[in-house]
């Protein structure tokens, strides 16, 4: 099977620009979440997407969202980009049946650097 | 709020040496534990995961972990490292308050690195 993939790998923007990662699961799986890394936030979750909706969040401003599509594929998009948004945008993906044993298997990412 | 820590920022080891990352969670009833590995420039490959049973996990790469209840931790171990293994290491734990099991809590990551 193939893995989660991320497009695009690099991503140069300028403060106020908008972006729009996108990420395509493990055939099959129908979670999809995503976390931003930073050198000083480390690993931090972003929201998860399941059926085509948000199903968890985490504690980041509105300016980043999100959205699933039928095929399991999920983008997520933050506008008025700040300096601060430069991290690895993370992509993972699940079975998303709910249960405890779900399993978690990530993307290379996207690198986005904000200028 | 759970959280994890991982004490070890960085790590310098032999190759041939052995290892253990070391790992601890605050979380009351059963966590569910992960490893994730780390090469500069890659996204998480996941090493092992316990959910429950046995508390001695065995993962790829020739890793193994014990969850100890009482002692809140789920350390990384490898009986011999080989150079390949320099990366950096990430425990996790599902965030079970937030209703769903696709929220990870990750520790801030421990860099190893291995002298030849």
């Known amino acids: 099977k193939a893995g989660v993939t991320q497009t695009p790998r690099y991503l140069i923007k300028t403060r106020g620009q908008q972006v729009t990662l996108s990420c395509s699961p493990i055939?099959?799986?129908?979670?999809v979440s995503w976390y931003q890394q930073t050198p000083g936030q480390g690993l931090q979750f972003l929201f998860e997407y399941f059926s085509e909706t948000q199903r968890n969040k985490g504690n980041f401003p509105g300016r980043f969202s999100g959205r699933q599509f039928s095929n399991s594929r999920s983008e997520m998009n933050v506008s008025t980009l700040e300096l601060g948004d430069s991290a690895l945008y993370l992509c993972a993906s699940s079975p998303g049946q709910g249960s405890s044993t779900d399993t978690q298997y990530f993307g290379p990412g996207t690198r986005l650097t904000v200028l | 709020a759970q959280s994890v820590t991982q004490p070890d920022i960085h790590i310098t080891v032999s190759e041939g040496a052995s290892l253990e990352l070391r790992c601890n969670y605050s979380?009351?009833?059963?966590?569910?534990l992960f490893w994730y590995v780390q090469s500069p420039g890659q996204g998480l490959q996941l090493l092992l995961k316990y959910f429950s049973g046995d508390t001695l996990v065995q993962g790829i790469k020739g890793f193994e972990a014990e969850f100890k209840r009482s002692q809140s931790s789920f350390n990384l171990r490898k009986p011999s490292v080989h150079w390949s293994d320099a990366a950096e290491y990430f425990c996790?734990?599902?965030?079970?308050?937030?209703?769903?099991?696709?929220?990870?809590?990750f520790g801030a990551g421990t860099r190893l690195a291995v002298h030849p």
């Open positions: 996790a734990v599902v965030d079970s308050f937030s209703g769903g099991y696709n929220k990870l809590i």
């Open positions: 055939s099959g799986h129908r979670s």
């Open positions: 979380y009351g009833a059963t966590p569910y």
